[in-house]
């Protein structure tokens, strides 16, 4: 593919779309993206010219001075510090050398494992389509592992995906998360990966996270919730913590986002080892370098802590295998890890997606239904299964004290529409593993045919 300098930015972007869909996998004509870990974070602030704001064009930090650094610990405590000091007191911190023992630590270090034990497994990959002015458009697919591990040292892409379970047994589990209410209130894992120089979205969760560095280098800044609205900030849905900025990171235009120049932040590097607690509701954008690995585990607000679980004697390694996650990512698609549940686990998912302030609202519901099934199913509507539980046409919410006392008979109608969902995936998963199984078999007897 040859591009003139006035269309040079179309023919980039033209390669991200190809690479995306999996059909780029030649390297041989291609360049390998820059993988210096050398970069100035936080980035100067300076005025260019009386006529351009500070940092205009350039990306996101370089328009005002950080406020301070997130604070940061020598090490990672456990449960119960982690909740007292951090949790409760929705406080950003940092745990330097908090992960040191893990298989991944030595197994991960080079595609070449990765690609033979892992690359037949599906992952979520985001890549950047279309800059347009002053945004940036940006798409999500699932495609093999190892589609991913050929292409992304060279392109403009990055894997934010599910942690497929087969992976976790070489992975660690955070000390922090990994006993009483905290481990009793995991809701997913995720692994991110990059090449190069890459930077993420300005996102945020409705849930609490703690993100943890495997490999490479990972640049953070942090904004807290109170400043949304200065920002070109949409949520996933009405009145959620969660959401994102389409702005680019890369190339901040000051002229269109003039309050970008008054937001404060906070930041930290992370390097390998090292882990991040990021509290619900704070936005936050990633800049990482060279060959970037990290997994990433939300977890559900917690009220209070209960240490019963919590044994004594503690081990340095403890593999992620053994974490019990609400929902898993399996097949490419995002799932409850209980494919076929009972009234209490319904009542227990409800508590789990209650708010601040004890409400669970239809706009909620609606945006979890979509994640643990997706769309093109046979299913009843988000809308008229949260009306099975409030018994309101048209919206309603369900406070914490009412899913507690809910009669075991509505929620059992709930229970049973998830349980018909899940079985038909089962159904449709058997038969494509058996289409699969036919076509290598007629496959081979069609070669032994010809051969013969």
Known sequence: ???????????????????????????????????????????????????????????????????????????????????????????????????????????????????????????TVRAKVARRKSRIASQEKVVKLNTFLLNYMYDDLYMESGLPREMMSELPFPKCIRCGTISENLAVAQLLMSGGVSSSRLQSHDDPLLQCVLFGRRDYILIEVAHKQSLPYANYYTNSLSGYSDMDTDRVNAFEFKNILRVPWTWSTLKPGDCLFVPAGYIYHVRSYGRSISTSFQFFKIKEFDNTECHLEYKEFVPLR?????????????????????????????????????????????????????????????????????????????????IIDLNNSILQKVVDIFNTGYAELRRKEQQATLNKVNATINETSHRKHEEF
């Not at 300076?46 to 997130?70: C, E, F, N, V």
């Not at 009542?347 to 609606?366: A, G, M, N, P, Y």
Request: hydrophobic share 35%.
């Open 322 to 402: 053994d974490a019990d996650f609400l929902l898993t990512y399996a097949d490419g698609r995002l799932r409850l890890s209980d494919l076929e549940i009972d009234v209490e686990k319904l009542r227990e998912i409800l508590i789990h997606l209650t708010d601040k302030d004890d409400v669970l609202t239809s706009q909620k519901f609606s945006y979890f239904y979509m994640q643990i099934f997706g769309e093109g199913t046979d299913l009843p509507a988000s809308p008229q299964v949260f009306e099975l539980l409030t018994r309101i046409k048209h919206g309603g919410i369900l406070t914490r004290k009412r």
């Open 1 to 123: 593919m040859y591009c003139i300098m006035e269309s040079v930015m179309k023919c980039v972007l033209t390669i991200w779309s190809i690479t995306l869909l999996g059909t780029v996998t030649e390297t041989s004509d291609r360049f390998m993206k820059d993988q210096s870990m050398s970069a100035e974070f936080p980035g100067p602030v300076y005025k260019q010219s009386d006529t351009l704001p500070d940092g205009h064009m350039r990306p996101l930090g370089w328009q005002r001075r950080p406020d301070a650094p997130i604070t940061e610990l020598a090490e990672m405590p456990d449960s119960y510090d982690f909740y007292l000091k951090f949790v409760s007191t929705n406080t950003p911190v940092v745990f330097r050398r908090a992960i040191t023992q893990a298989p991944a630590f030595t197994k991960w270090a080079n595609d070449k494992y990765l690609t033979e034990k892992y690359g037949h497994l599906n992952v």
